[in-house]
């Protein structure tokens, strides 16, 4: 029980809102605590999305996407529950995290930064152990 009081805690801490604010989706307030702005995880021309800031919950109507802040951070990651929790204490904590882009591929969408990849060539690569797999008497008699 302990684990749901403290994910209920941490979704309390976070404004809806004010998330997607930061992921760069515009809402317009609407009536009450709702919020009105294009739709974050499809290509939208009109509004249909929709969030309220009171019950902390989000629709879009053209997608039918639909939840809390841990599905808001699935649906734009692609991650897994876990992923999303974690994601999601970070920008509770400090009030800013990794903006997700909002583009509608299908690939995950987070920005990691990586190690930057040397360019190898592969060719060059496999022709240098080639050489080194002949010179060793092992290797030619593994073969």
């Known amino acids: 029980m302990e684990k749901r009081e403290n994910l ?3 979704k309390a801490k976070v404004d809806l809102v004010v998330f997607f604010e930061h992921q760069g989706v ?14 974050p995880f499809h290509p939208d ?4 999305f929709y969030v309220n800031r ?3 919950v989000f629709k879009c109507f053209g997608c039918q996407a639909e939840g809390n802040i841990f599905e808001a951070v699935k649906l734009l990651m692609h991650c897994d529950f876990k992923k999303a929790v974690s ?4 920008f509770a904590e400090t009030g800013k ?10 690939k995950p969408v987070i ?3 990586k190690e930057p990849v040397s360019n190898v060539n592969l060719g060059i690569a496999a022709e240098h152990y080639h050489k080194k797999l002949y010179k060793n ?7």
């Not at 994601?87 to 970070?90: C, H, I, L, T, W």
């Not at 008497?137 to 073969?143: A, C, D, E, Q, R």
């Open 45 to 48: 021309k009109k509004p249909s």
């Open 54 to 56: 009171k019950k902390q």
């Open 8 to 10: 209920e805690e941490l």
């Open 97 to 106: 995290c990794s903006v997700i882009s909002t583009e509608h591929k299908k």
């Open 26 to 39: 515009k809402l317009i307030k609407q009536n009450g605590d709702e919020y009105a702005g294009l739709c």
């Open 137 to 143: 008497k092992t290797g030619m008699t593994y073969l």
């Open 111 to 113: 920005q990691i930064v």
């Open 87 to 90: 994601y999601v204490a970070g």
